[in-house]
């Protein structure tokens, strides 16, 4: 079981509500962006966030390892697996500092 901290930053990742700056078409998501302030990528999302922002990726080798790429396939398994996330978890966590989100 996650500690509460970890469950909410995961929690506001997979439903889009943690104030990243994504880009999206939806009025509903505040902060809106055509891209990665970050690497320059155009059409930021979670999944570029998880999956390939080169600014996070020392977070995300310390965190959830190597042993994954940026596809669909490895994104779900990331997403789903209990085996994984609490490591998302983490993850998320310290995105959203780094990003000094309100969590
Ligand atoms: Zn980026």
Same mark, same amino acid.
């Given at each position: 079981m996650l500690p509460p901290y970890l469950a909410k930053s995961l929690l506001l990742f997979r439903v889009r509500?943690?104030? *990243?700056?994504v880009s999206s #078409?939806?009025?509903?998501?505040?902060?809106?962006?055509?891209?990665?302030?970050?690497?320059?990528?155009?059409?930021?999302?979670e999944f570029h966030y998880l999956m390939s922002c080169n600014h996070f990726s020392a977070d995300r080798k310390k *965190?959830?390892?190597?042993? #994954?790429?940026?596809n669909v396939l490895d994104f779900k398994k990331l997403m789903s697996s209990s085996v994984y996330i609490s490591s998302v978890a983490l993850f998320t966590h310290v995105l959203a500092k780094k990003l000094k989100l309100s969590i």
């Open positions: 509500n943690s104030l *990243l700056p #078409f939806d009025p509903n998501v505040l902060n809106t962006e055509t891209h990665c302030k970050f690497c320059g990528t155009h059409g930021p999302d *965190l959830i390892g190597n042993n #994954f790429v940026a």
